[in-house]
């Protein structure tokens, strides 16, 4: 007979309420990754005129220069602008996927 918090009455662990835990605990992860594989996350820079878009694992979707950015006299601060687009698209791809597995171990 269970206790509370997948205890046995002795109090040791019940080990069909961990396997069941373990089994919501799997097929909630799997949810969250299936979720997230077909998402695309943006990231700009210079004020919007530069758009850099990847996917869930980080690879680099669409790139977008505004004209405005695109001045052949400053090519070294077109490129900064690309890779902080990039930065803040994965580090926005970061924050989805953290804050979509957060509190999935909670309950254990």
């Given at each position: 007979?269970?206790g509370?918090?997948?205890?046995s009455?002795?109090?040791?662990?019940?080990?069909?309420?961990?396997l069941?835990?373990?089994?919501q605990?799997t097929q909630?992860?799997?949810?969250a990754q299936?979720?997230?594989?077909?998402?695309?996350f943006t990231?700009?820079?210079?004020?919007?005129l530069?758009?850099?878009?990847v996917?869930?694992?980080g690879?680099l979707?669409?790139l977008?220069i505004?004209?405005v950015?695109a001045?052949?006299e400053?090519t070294?601060a077109?490129?900064?602008?690309?890779?902080t687009?990039v930065?803040?698209?994965?580090g926005?791809?970061?924050a989805?996927?953290r804050?979509r597995f957060t509190g999935l171990?909670e309950?254990?």
């Amino acid at each position: 007979m269970s206790g509370t918090h997948g205890q046995s009455e002795h109090g040791t662990p019940d080990l069909e309420a961990l396997l069941e835990q373990a089994g919501q605990l799997t097929q909630a992860i799997i949810a969250a990754q299936q979720g997230s594989q077909d998402e695309d996350f943006t990231g700009v820079a210079s004020g919007g005129l530069v758009r850099a878009t990847v996917g869930a694992t980080g690879q680099l979707h669409h790139l977008e220069i505004s004209p405005v950015a695109a001045d052949p006299e400053r090519t070294e601060a077109l490129a900064e602008h690309v890779l902080t687009a990039v930065r803040d698209a994965h580090g926005a791809a970061a924050a989805a996927l953290r804050s979509r597995f957060t509190g999935l171990t909670e309950h254990l």
